[in-house]
């Protein structure tokens, strides 16, 4: 969508991990000169989409939902059970805002403000967490130095009971301290999410939402220390 600006990051992590990758804009499906139904994946990118002034992936959401050819086109492409999603920051506040059209995310939440009142930019240590996620599978308790860019991914649930649901069995990633505790507390929890909630997944798995971005950092070149025996390619 207008504003999102890391496609080409994540299309070179996708290449290097021997997907074939398509570059989709919203207005080629908008006009109907693409579709979903040829896809197994579809990656919602990171970036600003409308520069942020309708709300955080608020606006890209409602180009899908408020057109009733495109909104059926999502429904069936997240219906189908062979296919993945990924959302990454904007893209991850996009695909909060499309839940309704995404079976098995009816506990997620909205991302709002960061508790900092400011845009967050750094290295931040993310665990990965035992979940149902395709796109994650035999990385559990891995810790990560990954890039953070945001300044609304403060993890907004609608109630106690769907925070209890995602932190017990749908929390894909964290924020963690350098001690590999649960970051509760800022600068090692970046927007104050509950529980240091960095990422989620839905019920079978199937679609991950995120707020850091591993696509900047899968060359070990794009960190700021790494150890010597991990060659090229970062975790």
Same mark, same amino acid.
């Given at each position: 969508?207008?504003?999102?600006?890391?496609?080409?990051?994540?299309?070179?992590?996708?290449?290097?991990?021997?997907?074939?990758?398509?570059?989709v804009?919203?207005?080629?499906? #908008?006009?109907?000169?693409?579709?979903?139904?040829?896809?197994?994946? &579809?990656? /919602?990118?990171?970036?600003?989409?409308?520069?942020?002034?309708?709300?955080?992936?608020?606006?890209?959401?409602? =180009?899908?939902?408020?057109?009733?050819?495109?909104?059926?086109?999502?429904a069936?492409?997240? &219906?189908? +059970?062979?296919?993945?999603?990924?959302?990454?920051?904007?893209?991850?506040?996009?695909?909060?805002?499309?839940?309704?059209?995404?079976?098995? =995310? %009816?506990?997620? +939440?909205?991302? #709002?403000?960061?508790?900092?009142?400011?845009? %967050?930019?750094?290295l931040?240590l !993310?665990?990965?967490? +035992?979940?149902?996620? !395709?796109?994650? =599978?035999?990385?559990?308790?891995?810790? #990560?130095?990954? !890039?953070? &860019?945001?300044?609304?991914?403060?993890?907004?649930?609608?109630?106690?009971?769907?925070? /209890?649901?995602?932190?017990?069995?749908?929390?894909?990633?964290?924020?963690?301290?350098?001690?590999?505790?649960? &970051? %509760? @507390?800022?600068?090692?929890? +970046?927007?104050?999410?509950?529980?240091?909630? /960095?990422?989620?997944?839905? =019920?079978?798995? @199937?679609?991950?939402?995120?707020?850091?971005?591993?696509?900047?950092?899968?060359?070990? /070149?794009?960190?700021?220390?790494h150890?010597?025996?991990?060659?090229e390619?970062?975790?």
């Amino acid at each position: 969508e207008q504003g999102v600006n890391g496609q080409r990051e994540m299309a070179a992590t996708l290449d290097r991990a021997g997907f074939e990758a398509h570059d989709v804009h919203m207005s080629d499906l #908008l006009q109907g000169g693409s579709r979903l139904d040829g896809y197994r994946g &579809a990656i /919602a990118c990171g970036g600003f989409s409308y520069g942020d002034v309708l709300g955080a992936g608020e606006g890209w959401a409602k =180009t899908i939902l408020y057109h009733d050819r495109v909104r059926e086109m999502f429904a069936e492409f997240f &219906a189908r +059970p062979d296919v993945f999603g990924l959302g990454v920051c904007n893209g991850c506040q996009m695909l909060a805002a499309l839940r309704e059209l995404i079976p098995g =995310t %009816e506990t997620w +939440p909205k991302f #709002l403000r960061n508790r900092s009142d400011q845009f %967050e930019a750094r290295l931040s240590l !993310v665990e990965v967490m +035992p979940s149902p996620s !395709v796109l994650l =599978t035999g990385m559990v308790g891995s810790r #990560l130095p990954i !890039v953070i &860019a945001h300044g609304e991914g403060r993890a907004a649930f609608g109630s106690p009971e769907a925070l /209890a649901t995602c932190d017990a069995s749908l929390t894909a990633l964290r924020f963690v301290t350098n001690r590999g505790e649960v &970051a %509760e @507390r800022y600068p090692a929890n +970046p927007n104050g999410s509950p529980r240091g909630i /960095a990422g989620l997944c839905n =019920t079978d798995g @199937r679609v991950t939402i995120m707020m850091p971005h591993p696509e900047r950092v899968f060359r070990t /070149a794009q960190l700021s220390w790494h150890p010597d025996d991990w060659g090229e390619c970062s975790p």
